[in-house]
Structure formats: C-alpha cells, structure tokens
C-alpha cells in the first residue's frame, strides 16, 4: 500500500511540473504555478516515483515484509547425542580406541575409550535437521593380539533430527590390513 500512495504523490508532482497547474480532477484544484514551483514539484515528483519503485521491489525481494505477508518460522538447531563404546572385547587385555567425528567437515566430537572408559557420549549441535556427511578416523591399538594400531575409519551421509542418539558402530576388524572400517546409524 506505501509504495502506491508514494507513487500517485509522484505523479502528481510530475504532472504539475510538466502541465504547470490549472488542473481540476472532481474537487481538487490545482492552481497555476510559475516556473520554479514547478521545478521543485518534478523533482519532487521524480524522487517519489523513484521511492515508490525501490520500496516496491525491496518487498518483493524478500526485504521487509508488507503487513499481510507471513514470515518463515525460524531455524531452529538441532541437538543429538553421539556415542562410542568399545562394544565386546573380552578376549582383548588392553584397548585404546581414539576417534574424531566430523559433520559437513567440522569437527564435532572426539572420544577417547579404553578399559576404564568403554562407553562414552556427547551433545551435538547443527544448525538445522536434515542430512549431513560425515567422517570419522582414528586409531585403536589392543595389546594381546598385536600392539600395532589398526586405522579406523569411515564416511557417510546420515539424516540429523533432534533428540535422537547416533553411535558409532563398526565391522569386525581386518587384522591383515589393521584397518576398522566404522560409520554412524541411529541407536535402536
């Protein structure tokens, strides 16, 4: 609505500035005007055409909106919990289990599990549900059955709501290439 009651004040000023007055529109009179009255009235005017266009366009490009528009509801970031444990490792003396768990290529997380510590969680933030890749690596080290690192690793898309829990699960280790291959899922 502003920007058309800025855009008649236009015209009308132009239209003094260009026909000089004497104009009688139902019962409104415009009088005569000299020259530098109708300067000021086409300046006037111009500024006002030119107003009425850029607010009219600032609405429509998403700027402020007009008093009937519905705004978006805000984002709102999700938060979720991420866990790790060492799973079943009784055969095993010793393990160390290192991980770093990164979200769209921020690091989000980082767990560090052994025998005194096998389970461990952490709060996450996003800023907002929906899908996300993810990396994880590190190393797991387990004395008695070799004291050389396995690699941990794995990579993956994973769909983030609130207030749900994520953990990091695993394949069984390959002990030939000292690799463990893991990737996150919901917890059931």
Do not use: H
């Not at 086409?42 to 998403?62: N, S, W």
């Not at 996300?132 to 769909?159: A, C, L, M, R």
């Not at 709501?161 to 002990?175: F, H, I, K, N």
Request: hydrophobic share 40%; glycine share 10%; aromatic share 10%.
């Amino acid at each position: 609505m502003l920007p058309t009651t800025i855009f008649i004040a236009g015209a009308l000023g132009l239209a003094v500035a260009i026909l000089g007055g004497g104009i009688t529109v139902k019962e409104i009179t415009i009088p005569k005007v000299n020259w530098l009255a109708r300067l000021v009235s086409g300046c006037a005017g111009c500024a006002f055409v030119v107003l009425a266009f850029y607010y009219g366009l600032f609405d429509q490009a998403g700027g402020v909106p007009g008093p009937n528009e519905i705004l978006p509801p805000p984002v709102v970031p999700v938060t979720f919990v991420l866990k790790a444990s060492l799973g079943k490792t009784k055969d095993i003396e010793e393990i160390v289990t290192k991980l770093r768990v990164y979200l769209a290529g921020k690091k989000v997380a980082e767990f560090s599990l052994d025998s005194s510590k096998r389970i461990d969680s952490v709060e996450v933030s996003v800023p907002k549900p929906g899908r996300y890749k993810y990396s994880i690596e590190g190393t797991s080290t387990w004395t008695g059955d070799s004291d050389k690192p396995f690699q941990v690793s794995g990579n993956g898309d994973i769909d983030i709501d609130s207030g749900v829990s994520y953990v990091v699960a695993g394949s069984t280790p390959s002990l030939t290439e000292q690799r463990w291959r893991v990737f996150l899922r919901k917890e059931e």
